[in-house]
């Protein structure tokens, strides 16, 4: 069973950054497709960035946030600058078996969650 811990959160300002880890253990990491997900307070989950071999982001992050792995440590990373108010969210780390995917469904194994904060 596929364990995923999520670090990094915090209380930033409008046009600062944040990094965001995601350490995974329990299974073969190389095996999965890892996305970040985030969920702000009345709203639905939504799709922010997923990495495989290549990498997919949503519009509304794309330019902004970075996703990148790395395999030798099973851990998945979201480098996220230029933040804004409408960030704000808690954050979740994901993995799938079926690569490619960008709905919550696909995703079988979640973890906790991280709170990010950006104040205007």
């Known amino acids: 069973q596929v364990q995923l811990v999520e670090s990094g959160g915090g209380l930033v300002q409008a046009g600062g950054s944040l990094r965001l880890s995601c350490a995974a253990s329990g299974g073969t990491f190389s095996n999965l497709y890892m996305g970040w997900f985030r969920q702000a307070p009345g709203k639905e989950r939504e799709f922010g960035a997923a990495?495989?071999?290549?990498?997919k982001y949503a519009d509304s992050v794309k330019g902004r946030f970075t996703i990148s792995r790395d395999n030798a440590k099973n851990t998945v990373y979201l480098q996220m600058n230029s933040l804004k108010p409408e960030d704000t969210a808690v954050y979740y780390c994901?993995?799938?078996?079926?690569?490619?995917?960008?709905?919550?469904?696909?995703?079988?194994?979640w973890g906790q969650g991280t709170q990010v904060t950006v104040s205007s």
């Open positions: 990495i495989g071999g290549s990498t």
């Open positions: 994901a993995g799938s078996t079926i690569w490619g995917s960008s709905t919550a469904i696909s995703y079988r194994y």
